[in-house]
């Protein structure tokens, strides 16, 4: 079982920019370290699908952006301290929604991820970007 807090969200204005931190944790995270887990971020807005922004493949590093985001946001992470992060610059209100953190163990890379992909959530953290 792993365990994910996410923090970091607010208001902010558009072209502004944010860090979202997620902390993993857990006996599950603990035991198989987190250099096996693969590490999303997703975000969904009032009336639409959760939806993968960015994440970060277990082996090597490999990361995934949305097209949307791409240029924009940068997911990395912190072994030694279970943390992984997603820089957002340049926010838009288009931006807009709960981002929530994401973990799978040995999860492949491939072209695109879905949150069926992901077996453990946190809780979300509200992103506005308004003026």
């Known amino acids: 079982q792993v365990q994910l807090v996410e923090s970091g969200g607010g208001l902010v204005q558009p072209g502004g920019s944010l860090r979202l931190s997620c902390a993993a944790s857990?006996?599950?995270?603990?035991?198989?370290?987190?250099?096996?887990?693969?590490m999303g971020w997703f975000r969904q807005a009032p009336g639409k699908e959760r939806e993968c922004v960015a994440a970060?493949?277990?082996?090597?590093?490999?990361?995934y952006y949305a097209d949307s985001v791409k240029e924009r946001f940068t997911i990395y992470r912190d072994n030694a301290k279970s943390m992984v992060y997603l820089q957002m610059n340049s926010l838009q209100p288009e931006d807009t929604a709960i981002y929530y953190c994401?973990?799978?163990?040995?999860?492949?890379?491939?072209?695109?991820?879905?949150?069926?992909?992901?077996?453990?959530w946190g809780q979300g953290t509200q992103v506005t970007v308004s003026s």
């Open positions: 994401a973990a799978e163990r040995y999860l492949s890379s491939r072209y695109a991820y879905s949150a069926a992909d992901f077996g453990s």
């Open positions: 857990g006996p599950t995270f603990q035991y198989h370290s987190s250099r096996v887990y693969t």
């Open positions: 970060i493949v277990w082996s090597g590093d490999t990361t």
